[in-house]
Structure formats: structure tokens, C-alpha cells
């Protein structure tokens, strides 16, 4: 048997394996994302997502270039990842893994980049296994 003759379609079927998997990673839940308001992420926010408590919250004042920490407070979850965006804008890459702390609070370490267009309103979609959270807010100047 010769093992030039399985190289072409390995290859293919790596190649589809690798597009299918970062698709499903990029695209996220397909279920929509439910909103939270929140008039203060300094002082924390409080909802049910999928009948469970949450609550998100940030420490550290929300300016564009200064790292400021991201925060969750729900039972039972595994997997935590931020994502910032702007609507109708491309702000580039911005997925932000939480971790677990000794407390069971998950955090992450953030940083906006700067809007060239000057916008400062954002939108952080926490996706909790598989749930989504969708939080508007402004940075600071």
C-alpha cells in the first residue's frame, strides 16, 4: 500500500474537521441572548438566567486601554467566556475566558481597545454553558 495515495484526502478531512469545529467555536450559542440592564457594573447586577441566579459585575473603572476585572456569580457553571462588541461595528477580536476563584466567582481580566470612531457603547455577552447574557454599557472617557 502506498501512503502517498491517503495524504490528498487526510488532508481534506483534517482541513473540514478544522473549519467545522472553529465555526461552532466562533459562532457561540444558538440560543439568543438574554438582556440585562444594568445601570452600574461597579456595583453588580442581579438576574435569573435560565431559572439561576446571576450576577455580573465589574471591578475597576470601565475605560478603553485600562485593564479592569469582569465578574459572575453563578451556581453550577462550568465554562465562562466575555465577549465585547459594538453594533454595527467590527472591534476585532475581543473573547475573554473567566476563571473560577477559591470563592466559586468567576473573573477575567479585561481590556477594551480604543473605538477610532470615537463610540464608547459596548455590548459584553457573557456565554454561561451555553446560555448567553447580553450587557450594554459605556466606557468612561
Known amino acids: 500500500m502506498k501512503l502517498g495515495k491517503w495524504i490528498v484526502p487526510v488532508a481534506v478531512i483534517l482541513l473540514i474537521a478544522v473549519l467545522v ?10 440560543r439568543p441572548a438574554q438582556l440585562l440592564n444594568c445601570p452600574n457594573l461597579a456595583t453588580g447586577c442581579s438576574t435569573l438566567l435560565d431559572k439561576t441566579p446571576a450576577s455580573v459585575g465589574i471591578s475597576g473603572e470601565l475605560k478603553v486601554l485600562q485593564p479592569f476585572t469582569v465578574w459572575l456569580k453563578m451556581e453550577g457553571v462550568n465554562k465562562v467566556q466575555a465577549r465585547f462588541t459594538m453594533e454595527g461595528m467590527d472591534m476585532g477580536f475581543n473573547l475573554y475566558t473567566l476563571r473560577r476563584d477559591p470563592d466559586g466567582v468567576f473573573r477575567g481580566r479585561v481590556t477594551l481597545p480604543v473605538c477610532v470612531s470615537g463610540r464608547r457603547d459596548w455590548v459584553m455577552t457573557l456565554e454561561i454553558d451555553g446560555g448567553q447574557l447580553a450587557v450594554p454599557f459605556v466606557t468612561e472617557l
Open 21 to 30: 469545529v472553529s465555526q461552532h467555536l466562533l459562532k457561540g450559542s444558538d
